[in-house]
């Protein structure tokens, strides 16, 4: 069992789910470890509960574990080699430029994460390697890929921001990591293919699960969060 000694020694329940929160963190590295369907099972009962305009739901779900989960990877890092410019998200990730003060945390995020995987930015080839390693899902033995009625306007992906958040607070507080990764949504004509959803739906995003490995340099990054006064302003009487 993976467990957390502060979460139980913690005794009341503001201090153990500002916990769970604080210390869930991107990991880009699993060990082979089986995570039980059971508890997989469990992480999504939980998620559900997660807050939608109108109750509107807008969520899909596909689990991959053992050979399906290795069927869709060996695919995705073939398409990957054979041309990753062919490759395009079904919604863009971010603005063309991105502008600061946004691109200045980016630069400085993306410069920790190749310094911590040891491929500086000018490496083209282990850059390409790196991404691989995301369509491996980071070796975690859980991937899902996460899609959504296309028809659904952008209001949808803020419900589906809660939904992914539940999933990964349910993990963590079960001693599991996760990784969520917009870049399955590359992927999206294979997937069709392979999961047998419609055109009527978009891939919103892929996500890792499992036990973390964190003897990997990538797994201990300290990332800089804004302080409150950087981002709330506080307006009354």
Request: with cysteine.
């Amino acid at each position: 069992m993976h467990t957390n000694v502060k979460w139980e020694e913690s005794n009341d329940r503001a201090s153990i789910v500002d916990l769970v929160m604080t210390e869930r963190r991107a990991k880009r590295g699993f060990l082979k470890t089986p995570v039980p369907l059971e508890t997989v099972n469990e992480i999504l009962n939980a998620a559900r509960y997660a807050p939608s305009s109108s109750n509107t739901q807008p969520w899909k779900c596909f689990v991959l574990t053992g050979g399906a989960r290795g069927r869709i990877t060996e695919r995705a890092v073939e398409l990957f080699r054979a041309g990753p410019e062919k490759l395009s998200p079904e919604y863009p990730f971010f603005p063309q430029p991105l502008h600061d003060p946004f691109i200045s945390r980016f630069n400085v995020f993306r410069g920790q994460l190749g310094d911590a995987v040891g491929v500086p930015r000018s490496d083209k080839y282990g850059r390409m390697k790196d991404v691989e390693r995301q369509f491996r899902f980071f070796e975690a033995p859980v991937g899902m890929i996460f899609t959504m009625d296309r028809k659904l306007e952008w209001a949808s992906f803020i419900c589906y921001g809660c939904f992914l958040q539940n999933i990964m607070l349910a993990a963590k507080a079960r001693g599991l990591d996760t990784c969520a990764q917009q870049i399955w949504s590359l992927q999206h004509p294979m997937l069709r293919e392979e999961l047998g959803f419609s055109e009527n739906d978009m891939v919103v995003a892929g996500l890792s699960l499992g036990w973390a490995d964190n003897s990997l340099a990538e797994n201990n990054m300290t990332n800089h969060k804004l302080a409150i006064d950087e981002f709330v302003t506080f307006l009354g009487d």
